[in-house]
């Protein structure tokens, strides 16, 4: 186990870095613009509808928190549904599901059906934005950081442009006009989802590093007998025919293990997307342990091949490969950095989420009017790019501390939110708000590159995708709690005490981390000394 990790670092990776990485990088970037304004401007578009209809503050945050409910629950699912359908796919079906869902909204009568088919634009919209920030790891390593400053640009982007744009529309068209018009726009999802080729057709080749001259023969026999075994891929020409491969006639003789290889390096360049990362150790270490006189290859060879010969023969079907996979990823909630992670997270999002559905009100409960309230959320949007794209860009840096101006970013969301609970002047709500979407920059854009820190890339899936759970359910647990803390306070300052106070809890918790980390640390060198005495043993 050590030998392949050593092995594998002294390899230059093969990640992009830039390339088509950057067509990637601007797909994530026009999805991320358009599908989080249905969370980002939800009080500007269906405000008017609530009010209609005398919904209650509890009736408005269980519409709001069951889309968002939704859209974090995609997030385990992302990872195993890559896996199986490609990045590609997966974001072009939830793309043109997510427009359906906003379509069938604009002919809502009443506050339960808005609830259901917005709930579902939360679902299919969670399914396309999740993979983003899954795909960018795989394509970038040293850039990442400004890879993630585009993503964020494209956010942010849609946060200040939409709210004016959505108003004049309704202004013009009316709610339902409005939000047909709105479902038509998110189509353009399917233009950002068609950039996402699969990253194995990008690959840097794999180069030995300076300076390992030692494990030089074993590395340069590996690459070796992996061009050998692209060679042979690219001769096969696979039919099933009465159970057996079919060759071509201008293939040469190989042997029934070069086929099977061959076979499933096919199999798996299809059907999965592997993180670059992944693909060094795997395609280079395992070729480089893997001894042609294995005796149990031969057995192991001949039941693969017919598994793959007869898929009825137990293969396991999709839905149980992505939940096997599900139930995996949850295992890294034994790692006390993952919690931090996951139960800060929770309290954070929630927070600042269902403060930018209530600040809103709050604004027209002022005195003030929608298309001021719509002007609030505009200037957040200005603010939230300018901090997240230099946030992003300085992550690439040496000498920034993503981990401590995470935890600041933070603070500044607790403050701020705790303070606009005291204000009733539009221009220092406006100054407050400002401060508020600058906090918000700075931690939600280092919130991934963070994770990729702490974690590391190759935990990224399971981390990101237990996060989203455990955020969704929190959604469900405190988001509605807050609408009924309204309704019986009858104040929105209250209820945005509680918002403080979760973003306060998840600034405690990040206290802990470095703790976590030496714990995590000491936990996982316990474990490979035990693995190598029972080796030596």
Known sequence: MGNAKEEAADLVSRTPDGGWGWMVAGGCAIMLFL??????????????????????SATTAWIFNAHTLLWNLMGPFAGPLTKELGFRKLCLIGGVMAAISVFICAFSSSTTYLLVFFSFAGLFGGLTCKPCYLIIPLYFDKRRGMANAILMAGMCTGQFVAPPCIRYLLKHYGF?????????????????????????WHLKPAVPSIGKSASAPILHESVAKMKQSEETRSLIDEREEEGELILSEKQMPLTPKAVLRARVNRRTSESSNVSSIAISMVDLSSVAHQPDDDADGNERSDKLEAKLADPSSGEPSLVARVIRSLITDLGILKCHRAQIIAFGG??????????????????????????????????????????????????????????????????????????FSFLTNLTLMKVTLAFWSLGIGINISLYPLVMA??????????????????????????????????????????????????????????????????????????????AENANVL
């Open 346 to 419: 929770l309290f954070l999002i929630n927070g600042y989420l269902n403060f930018m559905m209530v600040f809103p009100f709050a604004v027209q409960a002022a005195g003030y009017t929608l298309e001021d309230a719509a002007w609030c959320v505009s200037i957040t949007g200005v603010c939230n790019f300018i901090a997240r794209l230099a946030a992003s860009v300085l992550s690439d840096y040496s000498w920034f501390n993503m981990q401590l101006m995470y935890v600041v970013g933070a603070v500044i969301i607790a403050a701020s939110t705790g303070v």
């Open 35 to 56: 599908l989080p304004l249905l969370t980002l401007c939800f009080s500007i578009l269906f405000s008017g509808f609530l009010l209609d209809h005398e919904a209650t």
């Open 176 to 200: 339902t006009g409005a939000t047909i018009i709105v479902s038509s726009i998110l189509l353009n999802c399917c233009v950002g989802a068609s950039f996402f080729h699969p990253v194995e």
């Open 453 to 530: 820190r702490v974690m590391g890339v190759h935990n990224m899936p399971a981390i990101f995708g237990t996060q989203s759970l455990v955020v969704g359910l929190g959604y469900v647990v405190i988001g509605p709690l807050i609408g009924y803390v309204r309704d019986v306070s009858g104040s929105y300052s209250v209820s945005m005490w509680v918002m403080s106070a979760e973003v306060w809890l998840c600034v405690l918790l990040w206290c802990f981390m470095p703790h976590a980390i030496a714990r995590d640390r000491k936990r996982d060198e316990a474990k490979e000394e035990e």
